[in-house]
């Protein structure tokens, strides 16, 4: 009997949906999936840990521990080999920490896969997951585009009985399986390592629900799936579907349907009509084409268009082909797929290859992420050493815990905060930040004149305000009146999953218009609002500052490259409207200027 596991409360806190339902409805939708009878529930991964930090709201642990309080069915993790959840790799001390304080909050069942499919890279992970008594399901992943991708799949398969792993899982990022492929893979795969195969499949044309199918008739025991809503939006495979489908078949699966509608049901009460994250036709189309996922192909489109160069989709689209050869196939998996997007990017808009080289690419090229499927181009590895280094070196190990801790100056309180210091760093200092003042706060009803029990119910109150998405709630018992009003939240604008953004000399880059006495400068790009140029240095600008043409005004850091936004022209700063490190949209207001001594912007 096929198992089948949901993924929808990891896609929905994770972009593009982070933060569309309150927390209170997530829990409830976790309640009503925990019934419907699924193998496990996978419930967060690398993109939920990375929306969490950028929002600064919620800490992805707390989420976990409230589902797990809420659900009896086993949680699952999606694990990026030394990657963890983060876009580096970290120290092994990192790894067996961030693994044991996963276990502790009640992950059951973690899903680790290597970017590279380098099955070394899995090896610390897995036996910090074995000795902490877990699943371990280790992943492949397939990526079309150089013969023999089968057979290698199949060789690197053989290496995971011995690292502990209990099922093999075939991973398909980029809707590139095809059913007699899936039938090839799940087969060989499963009599070369002689465990239980299972089948993590996206599809925008109704391939993934194919693919599903035929996995389940070759023996694939494990089918992962998101009820319809998401499943739609999101390339999928729809539970509903493949349930029924299954059933009359005659491959019954345990799962309750409805409970897929009634969960289906809340997510349409908040999501409704409104487009999550469109993707046009044609965009989808050239993913199919390309063999990439849809989302990467949506944000470079979105970069191109954002520096007048929306005609040359299709030519970044073949650099990303070309330059994927180039570095020894890998698959196109997060993090890797940003960082060949991010070079073939550079690439086009500089109108030079490999002229400038990212330093992630740098690393993916020299070693530092593992060992590519294939060989590296030689012209190439040569180029990239010619470059020469920008910031980037392999000499060093990443931080262990000690010095992590020792940089955190007492931020980290707890071994979960430790482990996501490491991961993010400076963007994880603003959450915890926002947890320790929170945490002040609630420590402050016990210091005064309200006794334990009173402070135990306004807690509850805050609770059901952070959980519920209400806007304020006021009880009045024995002569107390208590109101609990949801602060304003900045909005967290979702930026295009890619990691760098290429640094063109644009002098049309700021985006500036004048409106009354004042112009507002408006970021040109999707990224992240940087007001310094590194942790602990002052900012460019103050309120109050007077900026000359040319001064530079803020970095915006999109596909981990920093691009300096300059001021057109002379004026006085009056208001700074992002708070740094906040990520920022298109057309989004940054700052605003008034002209000096009165005379006018023109």
Known sequence: MPKIVDTTIRLLSQDPLAGKLPTGEVLRIAEILDRAGFAHLEVSGGGVFDSAVRRAVESPWERIRAIDARTTTPLGLALRGRFLVGSRPVSADIVRRFVACAAENGIDVFRLHDPLNDVENLREAGEAIVAAGKDFHAGLVFSAGRQGEIDALVERSKQLPELGASRVIVNDQTDSLLPHLTEELVSRIGEATGLPVGLFVQGAAGTGLLNAVVATRLGADLIATAVYPLALTLHRVSGESLVDTLEGLGRPTGVTTSHLWEAADIIDDHIGDAPVAPVAPRIAVRAAEYDLPAGLVAALDVHLRAHAAGDRLLDTLAEVVKIRSEAGWPPIASPIGQILASQALLNILSARRYGTVLDEFRMLIEGGYGKTPMPIDETVARAVELVGAS????????????????????????????????????????????????????????????????????????????????????????????????????????????????????????????????????????????????????????????????????????????????????????????????????????????????????
């Open 391 to 602: 910031g980037a070196t392999l000499d060093e190990d990443p931080p262990s815990a000690e010095d992590v801790r020792e940089a955190a100056e007492g931020l980290a309180a707890s071994e979960e905060d430790l482990v996501l210091l490491a991961m993010f760093g400076q963007e994880a200092e603003a959450l915890l930040q926002a947890i320790r003042q929170r945490h002040s706060r609630e420590t402050s009803l016990l210091m005064g004149d309200v006794d334990a029990t009173r402070a135990e119910r306004i807690r509850e109150l805050v609770k059901i305000v952070q959980e519920s998405g209400v806007g304020e709630i006021e009880i009045e018992d024995d002569g107390m009146r208590v109101s609990v009003r949801r602060a304003d939240e900045a909005v967290a604008v979702v930026a295009p999953p890619l990691a760098g953004m290429p640094d063109v000399d644009d002098p049309e880059l700021p985006s500036v218009t004048t409106g009354g006495p004042a112009t507002r400068v408006e970021s040109p790009m999707v990224g992240v609002f940087y007001r310094s140029p590194s942790p602990g240095t002052p900012a460019f600008v103050e309120v109050g500052d007077v900026v000359t043409v040319g001064q530079t005004l803020c970095l915006l850091e999109a596909m981990k490259l920093f691009n300096e936004l300059k001021a057109e022209q002379e004026g006085r700063v009056t208001a700074i409207h992002v708070e740094s490190g906040q990520p920022v949209e298109f057309g989004q207001l940054l700052f605003e200027l008034e002209p000096v001594d009165g005379r006018p912007i023109v």
